[in-house]
């Protein structure tokens, strides 16, 4: 039977981790009801800049004549991985980490063979982790969290558009969590450079008016819908975040208290069997002294 010493350090360690992880949880539900506000206000924004893309490819407009849009051959190629800062979020960050592998390996071999894909980590713990397998990573950025405005984000989406612009890279493809809710992030791949619109864009064309002119909207709204586009993804990617955490320290508190009762019941059973050794030994030593 185990001590009854060491059970009861034990239930006062499990205590200790569930009320840091219950805690953790309750920060994580404040910071998410911040970050899904958050969410909820910038995707109809940039939900509408891509729309209306989209009506300027159906009212006759070749955006693929726009530098941002221009196809290439992806010969050389970067991949932004966006994870979290902090870890205790469940497979939030490895996921993320597994995804940009699996493009490695699959999608861009032949690239990455040639030591032509370069992988920029928004994120501490995304470096991290693709580090540990072996993987290097062109660029970190683990303070962006830190300072997340769309100034702050659209310092880094115009060194992007600058670096695909100039040909360092053939595309750009982002890797994130996009938040669903609390308990549900969807693992994302998209293409942020270069920008396209849907096939299907063309089919229903618009006769529009332009004010002033079509090239001005064009160069004014493209790099705009670029910037917010990243910003999104960050927003949706912090919000995943909190929810995975949130879930996670949920879990944890949950299975500390299932461990607690376990541990007492030990503890109760051991103690019990202490005291009946105890009563027995008495009647022995009691039995004795009558012989």
Do not use: W
Request: aromatic share 8%; charged share 25%.
């Amino acid at each position: 039977m185990a001590n009854l010493k060491d059970i009861r350090s034990r239930i006062a360690s499990v205590q200790s981790t569930k009320q840091i992880t219950n805690a953790m949880k309750m920060v994580s539900a404040a910071k998410l009801r911040k970050a899904q506000d958050a969410v909820t206000r910038i995707r109809p924004y940039a939900n509408k800049q891509h729309e209306i893309l989209e009506h300027l490819s159906a009212s006759g407009l070749d955006i693929s004549e726009n530098p941002y849009a221009e196809k290439r051959e992806p010969k050389k190629v970067m991949i932004v991985a966006i994870s979290s800062n902090r870890g205790l979020c469940g497979p939030f960050n490895a996921n993320v980490s597994k995804k940009v592998i699996e493009l490695l390996t699959t999608v861009y071999a032949e690239q990455f063979q040639h030591k032509h894909v370069h992988i920029l980590t928004l994120g501490k713990k995304g470096g991290d982790i693709l580090a540990s397998k072996g993987y290097r990573t062109f660029e970190r950025a683990d303070h962006v969290y830190e300072d997340l405005t769309f100034g702050k984000v659209s310092e880094y989406a115009n060194t992007m558009m600058k670096e695909f612009i100039d040909g360092k890279y053939d595309r750009i493809d982002f890797v994130y969590n996009q938040f669903k809710n609390a308990a549900v992030q969807i693992l994302r791949h998209e293409q942020f450079l270069p920008i396209h619109t849907s096939a299907s864009a063309g089919n229903h064309k618009t006769d529009y008016i332009f004010e002033p002119d079509v090239d001005s909207i064009v160069k004014q709204i493209v790099p705009n819908t670029l910037r917010t586009m990243l910003y999104k993804v960050l927003i949706d990617s912090f919000a995943a975040e909190q929810g995975a955490r949130m879930t996670a320290m949920h879990k944890a508190t949950d299975n500390a208290t299932q461990m607690i009762r376990e541990l007492k019941l030990t503890y109760n059973k051991a103690r019990q069997a202490a005291i009946t050794t105890e009563i027995l030994e008495i009647t022995a030593g009691a039995e004795a002294l009558k012989g």
